[in-house]
């Protein structure tokens, strides 16, 4: 039986208007216990800004919290998820887009937010998965064919022409991806 997004999100959201200063954000991260805030544009959500962005766009350079504005250092676009979509799903778009948090919305509106921290608590057989899929990204199987049929470990889609690319089984979408990226 899948695990739900809506099942796990935690709610209400904290948000921080784009307007505000670093120094304000994270007082309210401090006061409300959160380790990030979804920052607003009139009232709508346009990023998310994180403990670790202020400590490495802010305070690793030096900059006076008090002097900058959140939306010069939140994160943006906000790369969101529905709260009907499995956890599967959202660890593999966590995944994809490199992030460890999403923002849950339901019809255009901010309902909830899902962290890999949220998934492990609520699934701890869920690490034992991934720690085992770590373990097996170290070690670099002896390929004798070029191409294998499977599951891609990037997208979870079945494919006939896997290859493996850096130490993980790759579609042929994916790999294009990849390479656009370089």
């Known amino acids: 039986m899948p695990v739900y997004v809506k099942d796990i999100m935690v709610k209400p959201v904290i948000t921080i208007d784009q307007e505000k200063t670093v120094k304000q954000a994270g007082e309210l991260m401090k006061k409300t216990r959160r380790g990030c805030l979804i920052v607003t544009r009139q009232g709508k959500p346009v990023g998310i800004i994180s403990d670790s962005d202020i400590i490495k766009r802010v305070v690793a350079k030096n900059i006076l919290p008090s002097k900058i504005k959140v939306k010069k250092i939140m994160s943006s676009p906000l790369i969101t998820i529905s709260p009907d979509e499995d956890m599967l799903t959202a660890v593999r778009k966590m995944k994809k887009n490199n992030i460890h948090r999403l923002p849950v919305v339901s019809e255009g509106k901010l309902v ?8 492990a608590r609520t699934s701890p057989e869920m690490l034992d998965l991934l720690e085992y899929r770590i373990k097996m990204k170290s070690y670099e199987p002896e390929i004798k064919e070029k191409f294998t049929s499977g599951i891609c470990d990037s ?28």
């Open 112 to 119: 909830g937010l899902i962290s890999l921290s949220d998934i």
């Open 155 to 182: 997208c979870g889609n079945y494919s006939d022409d896997l290859k493996y690319v850096d130490g993980q089984w790759l579609c042929e979408s994916c790999r294009e991806e990849l390479e656009h990226e370089d």
